[in-house]
Nanobody, 123 residues
């Protein structure tokens, strides 16, 4: 079991940057694949990025490729999402998620979720 707490959200102007953090507790963090999802008002939760337990494999949704970077520090039990060149359409609640085994872009495959952090991008 992994407990997850996100931080780093906020209000930023279009073109700006934010770095989200997800602090994990639990002995299995180093063996868990991690991901970020987001959910905008009135929309379904969507995949943003994922990273394998070692950090060697990273995957991104098309809308964020080239702008967002996912990383992890297993020594600190933390996963990050660096978001650059933010756009108003990036506005959403961002969730951190964990699963054993390999990465996935399907929310239902993730067993543990954080409470979410709000990101608002103004035009």
């Amino acid at each position: 079991q992994v407990q997850l707490v996100e931080s780093g959200g906020g209000l930023v102007q279009a073109g700006g940057s934010l770095r989200l953090s997800c602090a994990a507790s639990g002995r299995t963090f180093g063996s868990e694949a991690m991901a970020w999802f987001r959910q905008a008002p009135g929309k379904e939760r969507e995949f943003v990025a994922s990273i394998s337990w070692s950090g060697a494999y990273k995957y991104y949704a098309d809308p964020v490729k080239g702008r967002f970077t996912i990383s992890r520090d297993n020594a600190k039990n933390t996963v990050y999402l660096q978001m650059n060149s933010l756009k108003p359409e990036d506005t959403a609640v961002y969730y951190c998620a964990a699963k054993p085994g390999g990465t996935s872009n399907i929310a239902a495959t993730y067993e543990n979720w954080g409470q979410g952090t709000q990101v608002t991008v103004s035009s």
